[in-house]
Nanobody, 127 residues
Framework: QVQLAESGGGLVRPGGSLRLSCVAS?????????????MGWYRQAPGKQRELVASISRGGSTDYADSVKGRFTISTDNAKNTWYLQMNNLKSEDTADYYCAAGSWISRLQRGEPNYWGQGTQVTVSS
């Protein structure tokens, strides 16, 4: 009913930047009110658990994992049903598959139980 599609991943050198995008779309018979969801970005590195790295509430409050604070910025464009993750000063430890997600409550994102998941986009930070 709701599809989330990420884009913007790729290979980047340490210290570089990438911007990930996530677009929400629905089937014609289903209504998705973008503005009532809280949005997040997760990542999962090889051999590690998936972690929530950034979230933004429907009210605009943001939260970040300590490992990305000051380097990553989450934002939304409600008119485009899109949210973004701007990643600056990337490090090798940021290498992971990144997933966008939408949750009816921030607590669902924090528990790793969003309503909707994207398919993921790979980010590789390497020289």
């Amino acid at each position: 009913q709701v599809q989330l599609a990420e884009s913007g991943g790729g290979l980047v050198r340490p210290g570089g930047s990438l911007r990930l995008s996530c677009v929400a779309s629905t089937s014609s018979s289903f209504s998705f009110t973008f503005s009532i969801y809280d949005m997040g970005w997760y990542r999962q590195a090889p051999g590690k658990q998936r972690e929530l790295v950034a979230s933004i509430s429907r009210g605009g409050s943001t939260d970040y994992a300590d490992s990305v604070k000051g380097r990553f910025t989450i934002s939304t464009d409600n008119a485009k049903n899109t949210w973004y993750l701007q990643m600056n000063n990337l490090k090798s430890e940021d290498t992971a598959d990144y997933y966008c997600a939408a949750g009816s409550w921030i607590s669902r994102l924090q528990r790793g139980e969003p309503n909707y998941w994207g398919q993921g986009t790979q980010v590789t930070v390497s020289s």
